[in-house]
């Protein structure tokens, strides 16, 4: 048998580098354009690389796409991905409810991307990628179901609990521009998203039975 050489850390470097450079770019094409008035020679031209080397990573702009949509539910789903009946309610709400406006902060074209895909239909949402989310959502609403069968937390319809944690953690992504407008500045500070988080939170648990 030959022997398995392993691949240089510099040629994982390179790759890692030139996958982030080619995920901002997309993010930044499909911001202004959409899917379908995307292209990936001008994807390639964002990134500052050639476009056989962007093709050579993803092979089609659909994949680009999946991937940029990707990102954000990893992002926005990671704290409650392994959620267990025994944890504590408020603890697991609070991270969540943290991690989202930090993500809002962090990724707002990410999350208008999404937000663009939703309203027009979830036409190039793929197939494994609604199974996926739904099967996140029964299982997290499982838990809380179990929560409140426990007595750990009020009675409520959690499927709604979600929607409005989506709803006000995205607002901050998803309509920055409102909020500066109101605000008037041009970019909202860190510490606008810390007020929000910690609104949020009190508003949620309190209106939980829950106390941070």
């Known amino acids: 048998m030959a ?90 709400l609070e991270r969540y409810i943290r991690s989202k406006v930090e993500v809002s902060r962090k990724y707002p074209i990410a999350s208008r991307i999404f937000a663009s895909e939703i309203i027009h239909g979830c036409q190039q949402l793929s197939p494994s990628m609604k199974a996926s989310t739904q099967q996140w959502f029964k299982n997290t609403t499982d838990v809380f179901q179990h929560w409140m069968d426990e007595g750990k937390m009020l009675r409520m319809e959690a499927m709604h609990l979600i929607f409005m944690i989506w709803g006000s953690t995205q607002h901050y992504a998803d309509y920055e521009k409102q909020i500066c407008m109101i605000m008037n500045t041009k970019k909202l500070p860190a510490s606008t998203y810390e007020k929000a988080a910690d609104t949020l939170c009190d508003i949620v648990l309190r209106g939980c039975g829950l106390k941070a």
């Not at 770019?25 to 962007?54: N, S, W």
């Open 3 to 92: 022997e398995v050489k392993p691949i240089p850390r510099k040629t994982g470097r390179i790759r890692t580098e030139r996958v982030r450079l080619i995920m901002k770019a997309a993010e930044q094409e499909f911001a202004r354009h959409g899917y379908g008035g995307a292209t990936v020679q001008r994807i390639a031209e964002l990134a500052h690389l050639p476009k056989p080397t962007v093709l050579y990573y993803f092979s089609n702009k659909q994949k680009m796409y999946d991937e940029v949509l990707n990102n954000i539910l990893r992002l926005w789903n990671n704290e409650l991905n392994h959620l267990h009946p025994e944890d504590d309610p408020a603890q697991s």
